[in-house]
């Protein structure tokens, strides 16, 4: 197949580097050749958090009990998120939304459009979906390198990643958010404390957090500010690393992932034959309507991880059609996952040190002690941030700062729904700076986090501070209940 870049003139003028195309270049080969791979990160940080636990006083046996005791705490959500890239990765791969992926790939016709086309549809997708996000930008990533030449790879792959270091967490699968609209989803403690400055009501609802205007303006605004970064990041044909140049290689999608139905003994009409996957399919279909019928209120209150997972796994064996051809799928999305299920466990052990200990509450205490209304939400942020890129998890992490953080808007007389918007922002922000999250992404496209954290760490640079100044600004627009 030939390249859009083949079909384009060449006016024999070579495409001019941008100032911050260049710094990004400089940020990757820093990051290249100082910053060890996404499993080295949580070794240091480990052992970061047990010095901090150690300065603010703790004894080193309670840091050892709560990193033992947290090690395991995040199994279920280990197993919730290794589903999630499996299932994700199996939609994607089937023959509808492969081909898909390879007509959406012909849309940029240069290195530097095809870049930033990637940022939009990652931010796009995670807003819609976070986890389809990682998985299906990710793929398309890789086919648009196969057909643009000269684009290069590493800022491809970074900014398939993009929709996680920006506005998933202000979008319809925001962890946050859809906890704090829900009494099932809530734990009790952040209850009572929203209840405190509610008069009693012990739910946020979507209204209030991210389908204000103010959360949906702010959102927009860093989809912009993201997508004018992507552009100017793009590095010239003449300084690019294309996935040649990095030893990957690139087949096309739909060949690739075509399979073949054999049928050449009765016992393979089973695994050839669609029947089952209409009845496991309307079977799923049946409890879905049930399971999203029975929600108190607006039915996506009812959506959680086991949800997600399950539509996942119905959709992809409906694309696929035949059970042969899902279990390819699946046996060739389970390396993805390799890196949760390696790395998950040593991450619950520093969440475990930060949730089973007082150092949390004692970095927010400071916070709180130097801040007053106007200042609290970009505290918050930056404090979000911060402890995001040591626990990287967004529903997880916020049940950690929840309870102080709603009771210090209680106090300062800021309004609650916009400190979990506040939190989002923040949250997400993290993410371009730590490789948890970029893991299946990176599996897909068989690149390391050091390829592409210059370029992530470049795109935070711009969107934090825009993200600082608007919690600031809008803080003063919402009421307190």
Known sequence: MASNADTEPDTGAPEKETLLARAALRFTAFTERWLPDAFGF????TFLIFALGLSTGERPTALVDAWGEGFWSLIEFTLQMAMIIIGGYAVAVSAPVAKLIARLAQIPKSPRSAITFTAAVAMIS????????????????KEIARVVRGVDYRALGAMSFLG????????????????????????????????DGRGGEKV?????????????????AIFVVALVMAWFLAPSPSRAKTAEDLGIELRPLVEEHAVEV??????????????FTVLIGLLGLWYLVRHFSAAEGNPITAIDLNTVNLILLLLALCLHWRPVRMVDAVRRGAPAASGVLLQFPLYGGIFGMIAFTGISKQIAGWLVSVS????FAPFIALYSAVLGVFVPSGGSKWVIEAPYVIDAANQL????????????????????????WMLPTLAILGLKARDIMGYTFAMFLACFPAVLIMVTVFAGTLPFP
């Open 204 to 220: 946020i609802p979507l209204t209030d957090t991210i389908f204000t205007w103010q959360s949906l303006v702010a959102t927009a």
């Open 372 to 375: 007053n209304e106007v200042l």
């Open 164 to 195: 996680l270091g920006t506005v998933w967490a202000q979008g319809l699968s925001g962890s946050a958010a859809l906890q704090v609209a829900s009494t099932v989803s809530s734990p009790k403690p952040v209850q009572d404390v929203i209840a």
């Open 262 to 275: 054999k049928r050449s003994r009765p016992g393979d009409w089973l695994e050839s034959s669609p029947v």
């Open 126 to 141: 995670s807003y819609l979906n976070w986890a389809f996000s990682l998985v299906f930008t990710a793929i398309l990533a």
């Open 413 to 436: 007389h800021v309004n609650q729904g916009w400190m979990v918007v506040v939190y989002d922002l923040g949250e997400a922000s993290a993410n371009l700076l730590q490789p948890f």
């Open 42 to 45: 949580v070794l240091v940080g």
